[in-house]
């Protein structure tokens, strides 16, 4: 019964031993992303975070959560070998949000550690306002800033 026992704990620990010296590991040539001061007429911004598998068994990228609605993330969807490369990719969209912004993608892989941060920030300049969006308020042909009379 010893021997049984003794053979099985062997067993187990050299299953547990392979199972942690075989995984997936992410390696991100940049762990963060600038993009500096850009106009709001530019439109959507893009960037592409590399990411290699430095393990040995395919990497799969579960899921990323965006801090907000103006940050969208896209991935590599199918599973990257040991070895292989794929992209996330972070697109942030401007309009009608002018100032800096500091944003967040959580990364949910297969890999240790599980969840990786990658901040994205910038600095949107505003555009400039047309007539009917500083004069909010027509009355007839004239158009008022505010509804209140001093």
């Not at 969807?77 to 002018?98: C, L």
């Amino acid at each position: 019964m010893k021997r049984l026992f003794l053979l099985f704990a062997a067993v187990a620990l050299m299953v547990t031993l392979n199972a942690q010296q075989a995984q997936s590991k992410m390696q991100l040539t940049e762990t963060e992303h600038d993009f500096g001061k850009f106009k709001e007429e530019a439109g959507r911004q893009t960037y592409d975070f590399i990411v290699k598998n430095v393990g040995t068994d395919p990497l799969v990228i579960q899921n990323i959560v965006a801090s907000c609605g103006c940050t969208t993330p896209e991935w590599t969807r199918s599973p990257i070998p040991a070895g292989g490369q794929g992209k996330v990719t972070a697109i942030y969209d401007p309009k009608d949000r002018p100032g800096p912004f500091n944003k967040t993608l959580s990364v949910y892989t297969n890999s240790k550690p599980e969840v990786v941060v990658l901040p994205i920030k910038g600095e949107v300049i505003p555009r400039e306002k047309t007539v009917d969006e500083l004069f909010t308020f027509p009355v007839a042909t004239v158009r008022f800033e505010s509804n209140h009379m001093a």
